[in-house]
């Protein structure tokens, strides 16, 4: 049994898919830590999540936080699920640079870029608390630019970095 994983950015409403996914693929979990901002949502997810986890019947826990070392502390697997900037700058990372005859997209060009400046200092800062706290954790990284991301990880901490793409399942 693992007994804790960790989700940064746990409040997306695209967590619940994630928590379904580890259950239908039974993944016996004692914990999951979904880190999220503070606001109305982090607890929506949470428990919507664990309405999930309880219709399946797994023991799993759900628990919602606001500290990323609390969320990471013991954490065997910590899925980084971020969106800095959130769905308002995803759109402008798409929509802006096609204006100027560039490439608009959230992981190449100049939208991968503009992605990239936003979340590698966020993501790097919550790698080097990783460190602190829970050095030993698999750091899986979804978030894009995905190559940019993880090899600023592999290149800038010593944690255990895998970067995972849906883009092949999907095409």
């Known amino acids: 049994m693992i007994e804790r994983i960790t989700i940064l950015g ?3 409403v695209y967590t619940p898919e994630l928590v ?3 259950i239908s ?3 016996n979990v004692k914990e999951i830590v979904l ?3 503070p606001g109305n949502k982090l607890p929506i997810v ?3 999540c664990q309405r999930i986890v309880d219709r399946s019947g797994f023991p799993t826990k759900v628990i919602p936080s606001t500290d990323l070392k609390a969320a990471v502390a013991g954490a065997r697997y910590i899925i980084n699920h971020v969106r800095v900037g959130g769905m308002s700058a995803r759109i402008r990372d798409e929509k802006v640079p096609p204006r100027q005859g560039m490439i608009g997209d959230e992981s190449l060009g100049a939208g991968g870029f503009a992605n990239a400046m936003r979340t590698l ?3 790097l800062q919550m790698a080097a608390t990783i460190e602190e706290v829970n050095p030993g954790a698999v750091f899986i990284n979804l978030t894009n630019p995905m190559g940019v991301l993880v090899e600023a990880l592999v290149k ?3 944690l255990n ?3 995972v793409c849906d883009l092949p399942g999907t095409t």
């Open 10 to 12: 746990g409040s997306s």
């Open 20 to 22: 379904l996914s580890l």
């Open 25 to 27: 693929r039974n993944v």
């Open 35 to 37: 880190l999220g901002r």
């Open 46 to 48: 949470a428990k919507f």
């Open 121 to 123: 200092p966020v993501v």
């Open 156 to 158: 800038n901490t010593k």
């Open 161 to 163: 970095v895998l970067g």
